[in-house]
């Protein structure tokens, strides 16, 4: 078997053609026609926009943890994809929406019961 494993290694490896990728054909610079200097401008640039990048999320306030789960709470609860019987997870627990219209009241939920919940 390791033998039959090796001699059809050994055919694809003599029978593949070079041929290059579809996205070596699509680049901004192929690689022949980049220089040395145009190749150092755009790790120069790349390293100046990494830094901005940096700078700008470290004089970001972080967010407390709770309001981002009150954030993606309302965004489950508000979401009108939502269809009779489906089950969103909140921060107060899961919960069946009941309801039928695109704008949802807090009456179209109902709380799954605890001993409903598989483990």
């Not at 070079?18 to 610079?29: D, G, I, K, L, T």
């Not at 940096?54 to 954030?71: F, G, H, K």
Request: aromatic share 8%; with cysteine; glycine share 4%.
């Amino acid at each position: 078997m390791a033998f039959w494993i090796a001699v059809l290694l050994a055919t694809g490896l003599l029978t593949a053609s070079p041929q290059r990728c579809f996205a070596q054909e699509s680049q901004e610079f192929p690689d022949e026609t980049v220089t040395r200097e145009q190749w150092q401008q755009r790790v120069e640039a790349a390293r100046r926009r990494s830094e901005d990048f940096v700078a700008n999320a470290r004089t970001q306030t972080p967010r407390p943890p709770d309001s981002l789960e009150t954030e993606a709470s309302d965004r489950v609860v508000n979401d009108p994809t939502l269809r009779h019987g489906d089950i969103v997870s909140t921060g107060r627990g899961f919960f069946v929406f009941i309801g039928r219209d695109e704008e949802h009241q807090s009456s179209d939920f109902l709380p799954v019961p605890k001993r409903q919940i598989p483990r």
